[in-house]
């Protein structure tokens, strides 16, 4: 099985800092590989596909790099609304789908 | 918009077997998509269980493949989850999820039902 690790697994910053995620794979994913935003008692979005296609409707602040085996996740400016963990997903090939274990994004 | 909906109890005795049922609205099971559970333990990540498509195919998380148990039922346009021998380790919210994929690879999840608690408790 392909195993996810992500760093950091929290963070905190201040409203308007710029946010980096990073997720990376035991093995070579090519750029399968998604992002998802899931805010308290909420249920998971699909925010970046393809490493760094954003889904519609996902503000520009979000973007997405990387290929093989590491990965980024940036948020450009963070906002308030932006509290949420954040999970990347390899979909590479299946089974299984995997996640990684999660980053929890805190405003200082 | 494709819309989801988990139901099934709330409550499974241990050894017992958790059973689920996604119903899909907005859009047809039988289109081009896999249909999956995902489960999130309290406090913890995510954790794909199992997909299928329309016409039957499957895929099964190696970690639970001796336990779980797929289904769809394209006349009623839902699919289902069977999970036998629970333990406490099973209690979760457990969410259903729409996929798409390109030739040879995973899916991706683009919608989701809102969840259901399942808690394994005598």
């Known amino acids: 099985d392909i195993q996810m690790s992500q760093s950091p697994s929290s963070l905190s910053a201040s409203v308007g800092d710029r946010v980096t995620i990073t997720c990376r794979a035991s093995?070579?994913?090519?750029?399968?590989l998604a992002w998802f935003q899931q805010k308290p008692g909420k249920v998971p979005k699909l925010l970046i596909y393809d490493a760094s296609t954003l889904q519609s409707g996902v503000p520009s602040r979000f973007s997405g790099t990387g290929s093989g085996t590491d990965f980024t996740l940036t948020i450009s400016s963070l906002r308030p609304e932006d509290v949420a963990t954040y999970y990347c997903q390899n979909y590479n090939s299946v089974p299984p789908l995997t996640f990684g274990g999660g980053t929890k994004v805190e405003i200082k | 918009q494709v819309q989801l909906q988990e139901s099934g109890p709330g409550l499974v005795k241990p050894s017992g077997t958790l059973s689920l049922t996604c119903a899909v609205s907005?859009?047809?099971?039988?289109?081009?998509?896999?249909w999956s559970w995902v489960r999130q333990s309290p406090g913890k990540g995510l954790e794909w269980i199992a997909e299928?498509?329309?016409?039957?195919?499957?895929n099964y998380n190696p970690s639970l493949t001796s336990r779980v148990t797929i289904s769809v039922d394209k006349s009623k346009n839902q699919f289902s989850l069977r999970l036998t021998s629970v333990t406490a380790a099973d209690t979760a919210v457990y969410y259903c999820?729409?996929?798409?994929?390109?030739?040879?690879?995973?899916?991706?999840?683009?919608?989701w039902g809102q969840g259901t608690l399942v808690t394994v408790s005598s």
């Open positions: 093995q070579g994913i090519s750029n399968y």
């Open positions: 299928i498509y329309h016409d039957g195919g499957t």
């Open positions: 999820a729409r996929g798409w994929r390109y030739y040879g690879s995973g899916s991706v999840f683009d919608s």
């Open positions: 907005g859009g047809s099971i039988s289109s081009s998509n896999w």
